[in-house]
């Protein structure tokens, strides 16, 4: 029974398990988007300058690169467990 545990735990995953890298990529997609248009949205409508814009684009660039790396992972889980 002791080794049940670790075997379940630590054990093999099935190829189901991907969509979980795949909803957290459409997800990050998602913001990533929603956070450009929110940025054009207020420059535009407030008359923002470049002051605004270069923070805002390099801190949505962070929902972007979690986008991309949850992309990869679930790429690399299908091809290994598919």
């Keep these: 029974m002791s080794s ?11 190829g189901e398990y991907c969509v979980y890298f795949y909803l957290l990529s459409v997800i990050g997609l998602v913001f ?27 801190q949505s660039l962070a929902y972007f690169f979690i986008y991309l790396q949850n992309r990869l992972l679930f790429n690399m889980c299908a091809k290994t467990l598919h």
Excluded: C, E, H, Q
């Design 32 to 58: 990533f988007a929603i956070s450009i248009a929110g940025i054009a949205y207020i420059g535009i409508t407030r008359n923002k300058g470049l002051d605004f814009f270069l923070p805002a684009a390099v």
């Design 4 to 14: 049940v545990l670790p075997k379940n735990l630590f054990g093999n995953i099935s």
